[in-house]
């Protein structure tokens, strides 16, 4: 059996390359053309700052970009959990964000799509403590769809 193993193990780059796998990273790949290359348009919220900043700490700021990512922000909470009087306990953050990117030369929009995720916070605490639970949940949120847009993007096929 542990024959086997590693026999598949060793199979497993040739079936890689036969399909076409690239590492996003490579020379050449996705993420070697974007790291540096795109510029976030400027956010005008809190969330839209905590995701350019995630965005950008994980493919740098270009300062002659060649792509420009545009986002579109909508965020909702609700209640997830009532205690005895009446009040609400826990909230969920429900996210989703519209995003294109665009190559700066041609002005053509290369990739556009639309991502989701949520998070939640407890209000249990202080006022002080809720607000901190709150906006923490937010940057996380932000971080999550971050996350995603980065992982579409580098499956898109860019131009040279």
Same mark, same amino acid.
């Given at each position: 059996?542990?024959?086997? *193993?590693?026999?598949?193990?060793?199979?497993?780059?040739?079936?890689?390359?036969?399909?076409?796998?690239?590492?996003?990273?490579?020379?050449?790949?996705?993420?070697?053309?974007?790291?540096?290359?795109?510029?976030?348009?400027?956010?005008?919220?809190? +969330?839209?700052?905590?995701?350019?900043?995630?965005?950008?700490?994980?493919? =740098?700021?270009?300062?002659?970009?060649?792509?420009?990512?545009?986002?579109?922000?909508?965020?909702?909470?609700? =209640?997830?959990?009532?205690?005895?009087?009446?009040?609400?306990?826990?909230?969920?953050?429900?996210?989703?964000?519209?995003? *294109?990117?665009?190559?700066?030369?041609?002005?053509?929009?290369?990739?556009? =799509?639309?991502?989701?995720?949520?998070? =939640?916070? *407890?209000?249990?605490?202080?006022?002080?403590?809720?607000?901190?639970? +709150?906006?923490?949940?937010? +940057?996380?949120?932000?971080?999550?769809?971050?996350?995603?847009?980065?992982?579409?993007?580098?499956?898109?096929?860019?131009?040279?």
């Amino acid at each position: 059996m542990l024959l086997y *193993s590693r026999r598949s193990l060793f199979t497993l780059p040739l079936v890689l390359v036969a399909c076409g796998f690239q590492p996003v990273y490579a020379p050449g790949g996705t993420g070697a053309k974007l790291q540096d290359q795109m510029l976030v348009d400027e956010p005008d919220t809190a +969330e839209g700052y905590f995701l350019t900043r995630h965005i950008e700490t994980r493919l =740098g700021r270009g300062g002659d970009a060649r792509y420009a990512l545009g986002l579109n922000i909508a965020i909702t909470e609700e =209640g997830l959990a009532i205690n005895e009087l009446g009040d609400t306990t826990r909230f969920n953050l429900l996210g989703a964000v519209d995003y *294109s990117l665009r190559d700066t030369q041609t002005g053509s929009v290369v990739s556009s =799509g639309r991502v989701d995720g949520f998070t =939640g916070y *407890s209000t249990t605490g202080s006022t002080v403590a809720t607000l901190a639970a +709150e906006r923490d949940a937010t +940057e996380r949120l932000m971080v999550i769809l971050g996350d995603q847009i980065i992982a579409r993007l580098f499956a898109v096929s860019l131009p040279e």
